[in-house]
């Protein structure tokens, strides 16, 4: 099993940037399969960007690619979602998730949720 805990959300002017960080705990997290996702008021919640096991295989969604990067440190049961060039349309929670085996762009093939952290980007 595995508990996350995000932090590092906050308001930010549009163009700005600001670092996710998704504090995991459980023996099998290095071996789990990390995403970020964000939901909006009024919107379903969807793909942002996920991260194998060992760091090597990264997935983006087309709306945050070249913006966003996410990254992890196993030592450290850590995962990261760095967002540059930020948009008012990137305002949302962001939720980060866990997954055994291989990564997702699907929000049910996740078992694990953190609580979420709310982001806003002015205009």
């Known amino acids: 099993q595995v508990q996350l805990v995000e932090s590092g959300g906050g308001l930010v002017q549009a163009g700005g940037s600001l670092r996710l960080a998704c504090a995991a705990s459980?023996?099998?997290?290095?071996?789990?399969?990390m995403g970020w996702f964000r939901q909006a008021p009024g919107k379903e919640r969807e793909f942002v960007a996920a991260?194998?096991?060992?760091?090597?295989?990264?997935i983006y969604a087309d709306s945050v690619k070249g913006r966003f990067t996410i990254s992890r440190d196993n030592a450290k049961n850590m995962v990261y979602l760095q967002m540059n060039s930020l948009k008012p349309q990137d305002t949302a929670v962001y939720y980060c998730?866990?997954?055994?085996?291989?990564?997702?762009?699907?929000?049910?093939?996740?078992?694990?949720w953190g609580q979420g952290t709310q982001v806003t980007v002015s205009s």
């Open positions: 459980g023996r099998t997290f290095s071996s789990s399969g």
């Open positions: 991260i194998g096991w060992s760091g090597a295989i990264t």
């Open positions: 998730a866990a997954k055994p085996g291989f990564i997702s762009h699907t929000t049910r093939a996740y078992d694990y």
